[in-house]
Structure formats: structure tokens, C-alpha cells
Nanobody
Framework: QVQLVESGGGLVQPGGSLTLSCVYS????????FGWYRQAPGKAREFVAS????????NYADSVKGRFTISRDRDKSTVYLQMNLLKPSDAAVYYC??????WGQGTQVIVSS
């Protein structure tokens, strides 16, 4: 069964950094675009960032531009989300989105002092 598996979440202080990973277990990783979304308690899931098939085109939500970086590693079938200068408002469960509307199980990010 093809799946997306996220990891890398945790507790970080405001201003800190985390890197999330999303491993795609299927084939033809390079043929697909991927994205990161997040959902805070009581809020709708929102777009964070996306990356095209060759990694040369990325898009970001305004709220994370300049702080987050999405990237991909073809050899590891993995998509990353490097998050810097984290704010309490970044706290959420982060989900990876892949081909055919596939979702991972999510990884929680807590930003607190």
C-alpha cells in the first residue's frame, strides 16, 4: 500500500527551527508534485507550501514566506519542510499531500516557551 509518512515534529521554542520529512513509499516519486498543509485545533486545514516535480518551482503561504523552505530528495523519495523562526501561530499538525490526493498521518508541531 502506497503511503506518505511524516516525521520530525516536536516541541520547539519560539524562534527555533524544525525540519519535517515526508517519505513517499510508492514509485515514480519524481513524477509527482507534493505539498505541506497544517491544521491547528479548531481551524480548517490550510496550505503551507508546495513543490513541483523537479523542485525548481515552489509556492508558499504568505504566513510562512521567508521562514519555511520546501525541498525534495529524489534518491530518498522524501519531501522536506525546513521551518525557521517558528512562532506560536505555527503550532499545528502538519500533513504531507501527494499524488491522487493522498495524505499522511500528520506530525505535530508545538511552539511554546
Amino acid at each position: 500500500q502506497v503511503q506518505l509518512v511524516e516525521s520530525g515534529g516536536g516541541l520547539v521554542q519560539p524562534g527555533g527551527s524544525l525540519t519535517l520529512s515526508c517519505v513517499y513509499s510508492g514509485t515514480y516519486f519524481s513524477a509527482y508534485e507534493f505539498g505541506w498543509y497544517r491544521q491547528a485545533p479548531g481551524k480548517a486545514r490550510e496550505f503551507v507550501a508546495s513543490i513541483n516535480t523537479d523542485g525548481r518551482r515552489t509556492n508558499y503561504a504568505d504566513s510562512v514566506k521567508g521562514r519555511f523552505t520546501i525541498s525534495r530528495d529524489r534518491d530518498k523519495s522524501t519531501v522536506y519542510l525546513q521551518m525557521n523562526l517558528l512562532k506560536p501561530s505555527d503550532a499545528a499538525v502538519y500533513y504531507c499531500n501527494g499524488p491522487g490526493g493522498m495524505w499522511g498521518q500528520g506530525t505535530q508541531v508545538i511552539v511554546s516557551s
